[in-house]
């Protein structure tokens, strides 16, 4: 049996104070050291701290590390964090599951300034990202960090379809950077963009911006298409909706399809990402407009779509023109009488190809 001694300047630590007073700088509240297991009570463990005396974990840190202290043996070692340099009754006051929940915190900063990349099992999924555990420390990976082989492409960005999109990755593995992290906030976040852009920057070294390459569709949002290089699979550059044609384009798919081979320029290359134009290589049909249509011209056309304004008109050579609300006099007149995709005969009031405007009247 351990005696316990009431008075504390008997106890191991107080005359440890009398005869080292400079050893004892090096105990502290929140500090980790190694502890040998003495014995077990339910209602205390204790702990060999050598020249330190004797660590005790009781009350709520021993109900905290039951499961640790369950496995342990006598004069077994462990990791334990100082809660108390010397409590009332002359002993060391110990935490094992605040010590093992440390170390695991100090092993994360450890990957992280050494910009180490990590494989995660994913164990659940939100509307804003996925969850995973690192060091027995939940860790979040938002949508935003997913690569693009992950990143779920929603069109109309419904929440309920980016959530089910998610959950098919729950159970599968990804390698993953840590980003960012705060022990006293409980905050991880891991980002499995950061592994692929440190690959990816490599692979852009050969590429320049104005270089034509192959690629294939991997994907469409409504916002672009994102478009997988032939040479080198593990790049994916994005052709934003204004760059697929010189005409006005509603929806990325009309213009696309997946899987589709296409040729791009790369007009940037910023920040690992590649962003590139369909456009570019395309002849623009508003440099011989005035070549093609005249004042006053009949011309034949297809409803395209509706704006504030009026309404946008497919012409031929690839060039569109607009007839305005006020021809109709209302957007509800105006809908009336010109239906999507409905094909009718209009009149070129104005051209001006320098600012890609062609003026309708509708032929009466």
């Known amino acids: ?57 009781y009350g709520v840190e021993l109900l905290n590390s039951k499961n640790i202290v369950k496995s342990l043996n006598a004069g077994e070692p462990i990791t ?35 910009e180490e990349a ?20 939940k860790a979040f990976l938002p949508v935003s960090q997913l690569s693009s082989e992950h990143y779920p492409r929603v069109d109309d960005g ?26 006293r906030a409980d905050k991880l976040i891991i980002s499995e963009r950061g592994v692929m852009e440190q690959n990816i920057k490599e ?25 997988r290089f032939v040479d080198q699979p593990a790049i994916e ?34 920040d690992g990402q590649v ?16 070549e093609k249509f005249k004042e006053g011209q009949e011309v034949g056309g297809a409803v395209y779509k509706y704006n504030p304004f009026g309404v946008y008109i497919n012409l031929e050579h690839n060039l569109q023109g607009l007839i305005h609300v006020a021809e109709f006099g209302s957007q509800e007149e105006m809908r009336k009488k010109l239906e999507i995709g409905k094909k009718h005969h209009f009149i070129i009031e104005s051209i001006k190809p320098e600012e890609k405007r062609i003026l309708l009247k509708l032929k009466k």
Do not use: C
């Open 237 to 270: 550059g994005m052709i934003h909706i204004s760059e697929i044609d010189h005409r006005l384009i509603d929806a990325p798919k009309e213009a696309v399809e997946i899987d589709e081979e296409v040729k791009a320029k790369i007009i940037e290359i910023k």
């Open 1 to 57: 049996m351990l005696a316990v001694n009431n008075k504390k300047t008997d106890s191991a630590v107080g005359q440890l104070i009398k005869t080292e007073p400079d050893l004892i700088s090096f105990l502290k509240e929140n500090d980790l050291m190694e502890a040998k297991l003495l014995r077990k009570t339910p209602k205390a463990v204790y702990f060999d701290l050598g020249k330190f005396g004797t660590g005790i974990v």
């Open 158 to 183: 419904d929440r309920r379809k980016i959530l089910e999109e998610l959950r098919k990755l729950v159970g599968q593995e990804i390698k993953v950077k840590i980003i960012d992290f705060n022990p």
């Open 275 to 290: 962003f590139l134009s369909l456009k570019a290589l395309k002849s623009n049909p508003w440099e011989t407009a005035a």
């Open 80 to 114: 334990a964090k100082i809660i108390d340099v010397e409590n009332d009754e002359g002993y060391v006051e110990l935490s094992l599951a605040g010590a093992h929940k440390q170390k695991n915190w100090q092993e994360i900063k450890e990957i992280k300034e050494k």
């Open 118 to 137: 990590l494989t995660v099992k994913i164990i659940g999924a939100n509307s804003g990202g996925l969850v995973a555990n690192v060091n027995e420390i």
């Open 203 to 227: 692979l852009l070294n050969q590429y320049k911006a104005g270089d034509i390459i192959n690629g294939v569709v991997s994907g469409i949002a409504n916002f672009g298409v994102f478009v």
